[in-house]
């Protein structure tokens, strides 16, 4: 909760940038009972904005609206924002509000400085939020940039068509924003953009009159790989693995030789037979006669939607094992919790 004597308390990253501090000012300006946290970067990167060797401008606040800004030492883009684990696990309950200002977009900067920057900087902010257990909104600042080459209307859930960037600058920060739209599953299920995102998902499954996507490259096809339901991946590297090996070689529509689409079975939706499932969660629970334990990630959307008032095809009585800080592909968040779980359940149950 916020700390006491304040309504609210905000993470706002990215100072001393301009941005940034028109942000920290307008709310504590207008905020009278806000607290805000912000990180000063010990060793700022060439790309920010403020130069190493340029004092930070100041905040324009009176001393007493001054003394409502905390400065900790961190870095937006470092694992647990670079803070110590006590800071860490202070801001995660007092802080209410998240605004990410820390973001590179200048032409000159190098991909793998942009990259570090925008992308992996959304990636840990994304935890942080995740950590927070009272956050009730993340404000991630982006620029129409990320729509590339494109004009007309481009929707968020529709960023990554495979346009041209002006820059690498320009192509991480869509890739953050596609990384923070993932990671908060979109936008409530009930909603016109919810059934927009499913009816355009749909229309991307591969069925026997409609043919796979073909994508030029190897890169162009990865960067469209999503978990279902989605998700940002606890490990990177897994679903990099993952999906490498879910592609193959494939002739372009054009005749211009191969490109890349995923491997999937044009029938799969013909040959998947739901209704047996159906008819368990209409009926109530199964009766099952054989041991059954149910393995799931502590953060998975899916086990959140089942509650006490709405049906669900698991028995009452079975045995629930969840893996702790991780959403619904355990295997890609916490690999090794999920092997630990499995051997310790293996060498006692059934019993």
Same mark, same amino acid.
């Given at each position: 909760?916020?700390?006491?004597?304040?309504?609210?308390?905000?993470?706002?990253?990215?100072?001393?940038?301009?941005?940034?501090?028109?942000?920290?000012?307008?709310?504590?300006?207008?905020?009278?009972?806000?607290?805000?946290?912000?990180?000063?970067?010990?060793?700022?990167?060439?790309?920010?904005?403020?130069?190493?060797?340029?004092?930070?401008? #100041?905040?324009? $606040?009176?001393?007493? *609206?001054?003394? &409502?800004?905390?400065?900790? =030492?961190?870095?937006?883009? /470092?694992?647990? %924002?670079?803070?110590?684990?006590?800071?860490?696990?202070?801001?995660?309950?007092?802080?209410?509000?998240?605004?990410?200002?820390?973001?590179?977009?200048?032409?000159?900067?190098?991909?793998?400085?942009?990259?570090?920057?925008?992308?992996?900087?959304?990636?840990?902010?994304?935890?942080?939020?995740?950590?927070?257990?009272?956050?009730?909104?993340?404000?991630?600042?982006?620029?129409?940039?990320?729509?590339?080459?494109?004009?007309?209307?481009?929707? #968020?859930?529709? $960023?990554?068509?495979? *346009?041209?960037? &002006?820059?690498?600058?320009? =192509?991480?920060?869509?890739? /953050?924003?596609? %990384?923070?739209?993932?990671?908060?599953?979109?936008?409530?299920?009930?909603?016109?953009?919810?059934?927009?995102?499913?009816?355009?998902?749909?229309?991307?499954?591969?069925?026997?009159?409609?043919?796979?996507?073909?994508?030029?490259?190897?890169?162009?096809?990865?960067?469209?790989?999503?978990?279902?339901?989605?998700?940002?991946?606890?490990?990177?590297?897994?679903?990099?693995?993952?999906?490498?090996?879910?592609?193959?070689?494939?002739?372009?529509?054009?005749?211009?030789?191969?490109?890349?689409?995923?491997?999937?079975?044009?029938?799969?939706?013909?040959?998947?037979?739901?209704?047996?499932?159906?008819?368990?969660?209409?009926?109530?629970?199964?009766?099952?006669?054989?041991?059954?334990?149910?393995?799931?990630?502590?953060?998975?959307?899916?086990?959140?939607?089942?509650?006490?008032?709405?049906?669900?095809?698991?028995?009452?009585?079975?045995?629930?094992?969840?893996?702790?800080?991780?959403?619904?592909?355990?295997?890609?968040?916490?690999?090794?919790?999920?092997?630990?779980?499995?051997?310790?359940?293996?060498?006692?149950?059934?019993?």
């Amino acid at each position: 909760m916020p700390r006491p004597g304040y309504d609210s308390v905000l993470l706002v990253t990215g100072y001393p940038s301009l941005p940034a501090r028109r942000m920290i000012e307008q709310i504590i300006t207008t905020e009278p009972r806000s607290l805000v946290y912000t990180l000063k970067t010990p060793e700022p990167p060439e790309a920010l904005e403020t130069p190493l060797d340029a004092p930070a401008p #100041e905040l324009s $606040l009176s001393a007493e *609206q001054r003394a &409502r800004v905390v400065f900790l =030492e961190g870095t937006p883009h /470092a694992m647990d %924002l670079g803070l110590s684990g006590a800071e860490f696990r202070q801001l995660a309950r007092e802080v209410d509000r998240v605004h990410h200002l820390a973001h590179v977009g200048s032409s000159a900067v190098d991909r793998r400085t942009a990259h570090t920057i925008n992308v992996v900087g959304a990636a840990e902010i994304l935890e942080f939020s995740r950590a927070a257990s009272h956050l009730k909104c993340l404000v991630f600042h982006s620029t129409a940039h990320v729509s590339g080459d494109r004009t007309g209307v481009v929707y #968020e859930e529709d $960023l990554d068509r495979g *346009q041209s960037f &002006r820059s690498d600058a320009d =192509e991480t920060r869509m890739r /953050a924003a596609v %990384l923070v739209d993932t990671g908060f599953g979109g936008p409530p299920p009930n909603s016109p953009e919810a059934k927009r995102m499913m009816e355009q998902q749909v229309r991307n499954i591969p069925t026997g009159d409609r043919a796979a996507r073909v994508y030029p490259t190897e890169e162009a096809a990865l960067a469209r790989f999503r978990f279902m339901p989605p998700q940002v991946a606890g490990n990177l590297f897994i679903a990099d693995f993952i999906a490498r090996r879910s592609l193959k070689r494939a002739p372009l529509p054009d005749g211009g030789g191969e490109g890349w689409t995923w491997r999937f079975d044009p029938a799969m939706w013909n040959k998947l037979d739901r209704t047996v499932m159906m008819g368990m969660t209409a009926e109530g629970p199964p009766k099952v006669t054989v041991p059954l334990v149910h393995i799931y990630g502590d953060r998975s959307v899916v086990k959140s939607r089942i509650s006490d008032d709405r049906p669900s095809p698991l028995p009452r009585d079975m045995l629930e094992i969840a893996i702790p800080d991780s959403a619904h592909h355990i295997m890609v968040d916490q690999p090794l919790a999920l092997i630990a779980a499995l051997r310790g359940l293996l060498a006692r149950w059934p019993g």
